[in-house]
C-alpha cells in the first residue's frame, strides 16, 4: 500500500500490530481516529501507555491487578486452600462471572507451547509450586482449555503436583447445558459417557 | 464485564470505540498490548497520538499530507483540469493503485447523509466548486459509492456542477473483470446492458 502520508503509514504499521488486525482494517482504524476530536484521540493513545507502563500484577495469583495483592487473594471470605489454576485473565473473569467459585486464582500467563518457543520456565509454575507449600493449598482446580496446549500443560502441573500431596482436579468437560447430542462432536460426546456421573433429581 | 484493574477497564473502553470492535476483542487487544514491551507500547500509543495531532490536509484537494500541497497536486506531470471526486484517502489509495488516472483528486470527507446527520456544508463541496472556478477545471470524474449515499451526494453534486458548465462523468458501473454472469446481482447486471459499450476487439 502506498500511503498519501508518512504519519498514517506509521498509524497502520503499529494498529496492523494487534492480532486479528490486517492492513485494511488498520486503515479503517485510522481513517476513524482522522475523523475524532483531538483530545479523544490523544486519551485513547494514552490509555494504551498508560497500561502498559502502569500495570501491575498481583504478588500471589499473578492476576493484573491495582494493588500488590489483588481483591480476591485479599478477601477474607475466599478460600486461599482452593486455587484455581488459568490462562490467563479472561478466565479469571469468566468464572467469576459464574459466581460459583469461592476459592482463589493461580494465572499462569500462557500455556506450554513448544512451537511458539514457551516453555514452563516462561510460566507461573514455580510461585504456583511455592504457594502450595507456604498457604497449605489443599486443592487444586485446572481450568486449563481442551487443547493440546492446555493437556501438555495440566500433564506437566500434575507431574510437579503430585508430589506435594495435594488435591488435584479438572473442570468436568461434556455436552454444553441446552446443547444438543446430535450437534455435538465425537471426542466431547464419547469423553462425557465415559466421565458420565451419578443422576440427580 | 467486571474487570480487574481499572487500567484494563479504561484501555478496553477506548479501544472498544474502534468501529468493528467490541469489549471482547479490545480484551484480546489488551491482553496482547500487556505482552509487549513497553516501549513498544509507548510507540503504538504515540503513533495514534501524533496521527490525529499532526496530520494535515492538502489545501486543494483535501486529502490527507506531509506537506501544503499534497504530492498529487503538487505534481506537474498531473493534469489539474481533471478531478476525480471521492468519498476518502481511501478511494484514493484505491484508485492510485491502478496506475490509470493522471488528473487530480477532490476528497469530500464523506457522503451526504440524513440519518447520520452529515449534510452537503460538512463535505468539501464549496471547495471544490471554487476550484472549478479558478484552475478552469474541465472534466469531473465522479467516483462514488453506488449506495443510496453515494448516489444521493452525486445528484447533489450534478445539480451544482451542472451551472459552471464543466463535464461531468461517473465511473462505469458493471460486471467485474473475470465477474461471472450468473452470479451477478440483478441491478448491476440490468444497469451493465442498459449501459452497453461498442465492441471493441
Known amino acids: 500500500m502506498n500511503f ?3 504519519l498514517i503509514e506509521n498509524a497502520v504499521n ?18 476513524y481516529l482522522l475523523k475524532q476530536e483531538e ?5 485513547m493513545g494514552e490509555a494504551i501507555i498508560k497500561l502498559r507502563k502502569e500495570i501491575r500484577f498481583c504478588e500471589r495469583c ?9 481483591n480476591i487473594c485479599s478477601n477474607p471470605k475466599r478460600d486461599p486452600q482452593l486455587v484455581c489454576v488459568v490462562e490467563d485473565l479472561r478466565d479469571v473473569m469468566a468464572i467469576e462471572n459464574t459466581n460459583q467459585f469461592s476459592g482463589n486464582y493461580h494465572v499462569l500467563g500462557g500455556l506450554i507451547n513448544p512451537i511458539q518457543g514457551i516453555g514452563p520456565d516462561q510460566l507461573q509454575i514455580d510461585s504456583l509450586l511455592n504457594r502450595i507449600k507456604e498457604l497449605e493449598v489443599k486443592e ?4 486449563l482449555s481442551a487443547t493440546l496446549e492446555g493437556d501438555t500443560t495440566a500433564f506437566y502441573l500434575s507431574k510437579k503436583l503430585n508430589p506435594l500431596g495435594v488435591s488435584i482436579s479438572a473442570i468436568s468437560r461434556g455436552i454444553a447445558i441446552g446443547g444438543e447430542l446430535e450437534y455435538a462432536d465425537e471426542i466431547t460426546l464419547g469423553r462425557s459417557i465415559a466421565n458420565r456421573i451419578p443422576y440427580r433429581t
Open 4 to 6: 498519501p502520508s508518512s
Open 14 to 31: 503499529e494498529l496492523s500490530k494487534f492480532p486479528g488486525i490486517g492492513k485494511k482494517s488498520a486503515l479503517r482504524m485510522v481513517l
Open 39 to 43: 483530545a479523544a484521540v490523544t486519551k
Open 62 to 70: 499473578h492476576n493484573v491487578s491495582d494493588l500488590a495483592l489483588c
Open 140 to 143: 487444586i482446580i485446572l481450568a
